[in-house]
């Protein structure tokens, strides 16, 4: 099931910009900071966020499994969210995610409620890790973006 990338502003949620794939391995700090970053300067959320990214990956991994880490920001830092957005860090030599291998981490900020769809949605597209590893093999943005888009 595919499913809109659409706030209710009608801002896109995902933009091809905010797909990265990176080459280097990195920390699970650098990570989150990478993805927040995008988010921060997409405009989608205000630099305090980040660090709320942080306290919800401290407090209860974000790591999910299937190879997918989402980070999203703990509840104290709701008022930092300016619109639902999304960043993508495909790493495909993989992070130590707290000894798992994360290997798509996915930035997430949900105004008004929009998280809970969003990461339920994402759930649904990243269900079978055969989807995960086809993205992260082909290294290919367009083939993300049309993945989480269509």
């Known amino acids: 099931m595919k499913f809109s990338f659409k706030s209710k502003k009608a801002n896109p949620i995902l933009m ?33 966020y980040i660090s709320g990214m942080h306290r919800r990956d401290e407090d209860l991994s974000v790591y999910l499994g299937n190879l ?24 495909p030599d993989g992070i130590d995610w707290h ?8 930035g997430l900020a949900g105004k008004d409620g929009e998280h809970m769809a969003i990461l339920s949605n994402l759930a649904t597209v990243f269900a079978e ?22």
């Open 16 to 48: 091809k910009e905010n797909i990265i794939i990176e080459k280097q391995t990195m920390t699970v700090k650098e990570a989150i900071d990478k993805v927040g970053v995008m988010l921060v300067d997409s405009g989608y959320v205000k630099e305090g």
């Open 129 to 150: 890790l055969e989807t995960v590893e086809k993205l992260v093999e082909a290294g290919d943005i367009d083939l993300v973006y049309q993945t989480l888009t269509q």
């Open 68 to 91: 997918l880490a989402i980070p999203h920001g703990v509840h104290d830092v709701k008022d930092e969210i300016i619109a639902s957005g999304m960043a993508v860090l495909i790493v």
């Open 99 to 106: 000894g798992n291998t994360a290997k798509v981490i996915v």
